[in-house]
Structures are given as structure tokens and as C-alpha cells.
T-cell receptor, first 116, second 114 residues
Framework: AQSVTQPDIHITVSEGASLELRCNYSYGATPYLFWYVQSPGQGLQLLLKYFSGDTLVQGIKGFEAEFKRSQSSFNLRKPSVHWSDAAEYFCAVGAGYGGSQGNLIFGKGTKLSVKP | EPEVTQTPSHQVTQMGQEVILRCVPISNHLYFYWYRQILGQKVEFLVSFYNNEISEKSEIFDDQFSVERPDGSNFTLKIRSTKLEDSAMYFC????????????FGPGTRLTVT
């Protein structure tokens, strides 16, 4: 069965420091992978997506993620964190088949706190 | 930029009552979804809808739940007889099509069952 693991429940980084949020997935075929961000009281905003091709994908707000098939990982990175990046980040895999993205399976999320 | 909208933002209801949560997907999108997030837990898939019928549903989506696209713009989730454990944030999402089209989420409706 498909699954997504985000091993870090809560991460705190200093403003200006680099960030890496980990995501591992379990899926039998080439996955559709996503990162979403949820600010307090808000909905889910798409940060970036991977479907195929270049394994390093760029997203909004200066985020990027790298797909590593050998490690079943899709880690999210940002070179310099801003205080406004404090939020909860969700990794998700599309559970579809036959070209369909299908429903999304989410990880439990990583809450990011930013120190001044 | 087009976005998914949901109403109401917060709904309080008594156990056993029926509720209808409303969503307006992005206008040229063809696939519609409902997810829920119980407080402190992960976002869970409920149901997907395409071409006026359910295409996939999870174990959570039992006979108490139903979805409908009553007109060309709205997409609704009905819970017939709410239970305390239905208290959650309910997210609607839509996507343009298959595969390479991501799902865009609405801001959610917080449902509180008392």
C-alpha cells in the first residue's frame, strides 16, 4: 500500500538558516509527488510537484525538492528561511494509476518554527 | 488567480443533524475531491468525483456521506447524521485533469459536532 513518512514532527531553524524537510514514500510505480504548506487556520497551498523528468523541481517561495528514486525520498529544501515560512508542511503522493493522479496520500506533516 | 472556495468557514451542529458543506471548484477543472483533517492528524482522502459520479472513495466515506454536483459550479458534501467523530476540517480540492495536473485546495470548513 502507498504511504508517506515524514520523520520529523517539529523542526526549529533560525531565520536565514537553510532548511531541509524529509519525506519518504512507498509506492510501486513512478510516483506523483507534492509538497503542500498549511499556515495556521489556512488551507493547503501547493508548493511544488514532481511528475517526471528533472529530479530537482523548483516551487514557489524559493522552495525546491529533489526526487531520489533510489532512496524513495522527496526532500524539501530552502537555502535561507524567512520568518513567514513558519507553517506546517505536508508531503503527499498521488495514489493513482494508469495515468490518473488519483487521490493524495499525505504524510503526518512537519511543523516548522523559525527563530529570530 | 482562480481559487477553490468553501462555505461556511465554520459550522457547528448537534449530533444526529444533517450538514451540507459547499465548495466551488476552479471553473475549468474536471476532477473534484473531498478530504478531511481531524485536529492534530494527517489529511485523509474521502472521495473523488468525475463526470457526475464518484470515481473513488475511502473506507471513511460510508453511507452517512454523499456528494453531489447540483449545478455547473457547486460541489457539495452531505453528512446525513453527524457523529462527534465527524468533527474535523473538511477540504475540497479540484484538478484540471489526469496525471500532470495538481490538486488545488480550498481554505476548508471546520465542522464541530456537539
Amino acid at each position: 500500500a502507498q504511504s508517506v513518512t515524514q520523520p520529523d514532527i517539529h523542526i526549529t531553524v533560525s531565520e536565514g538558516a537553510s532548511l531541509e524537510l524529509r519525506c519518504n514514500y512507498s509506492y510501486g510505480a513512478t510516483p506523483y509527488l507534492f509538497w503542500y504548506v498549511q499556515s495556521p487556520g489556512q488551507g493547503l497551498q501547493l508548493l511544488l510537484k514532481y511528475f517526471s523528468g528533472d529530479t530537482l523541481v523548483q516551487g514557489i517561495k524559493g522552495f525546491e525538492a529533489e526526487f531520489k528514486r533510489s532512496q524513495s525520498s522527496f526532500n524539501l529544501r530552502k537555502p535561507s528561511v524567512h520568518w513567514s515560512d513558519a507553517a506546517e508542511y505536508f508531503c503527499a503522493v498521488g495514489a493513482g494509476y494508469g495515468g490518473s493522479q488519483g487521490n493524495l496520500i499525505f504524510g503526518k506533516g512537519t511543523k516548522l518554527s523559525v527563530k529570530p | 488567480e482562480p481559487e477553490v472556495t468553501q462555505t461556511p468557514s465554520h459550522q457547528v451542529t448537534q449530533m444526529g443533524q444533517e450538514v451540507i458543506l459547499r465548495c466551488v471548484p476552479i471553473s475549468n477543472h474536471l476532477y473534484f475531491y473531498w478530504y478531511r483533517q481531524i485536529l492534530g492528524q494527517k489529511v485523509e482522502f474521502l472521495v473523488s468525483f468525475y463526470n457526475n459520479e464518484i470515481s473513488e472513495k475511502s473506507e471513511i466515506f460510508d453511507d452517512q456521506f454523499s456528494v453531489e454536483r447540483p449545478d455547473g459550479s457547486n460541489f457539495t458534501l452531505k453528512i446525513r447524521s453527524t457523529k462527534l467523530e465527524d468533527s474535523a476540517m473538511y477540504f475540497c480540492a479540484s484538478s484540471e485533469g489526469l496525471a500532470a495536473n495538481p490538486q488545488y485546495f480550498g481554505p476548508g470548513t471546520r465542522l464541530t459536532v456537539t
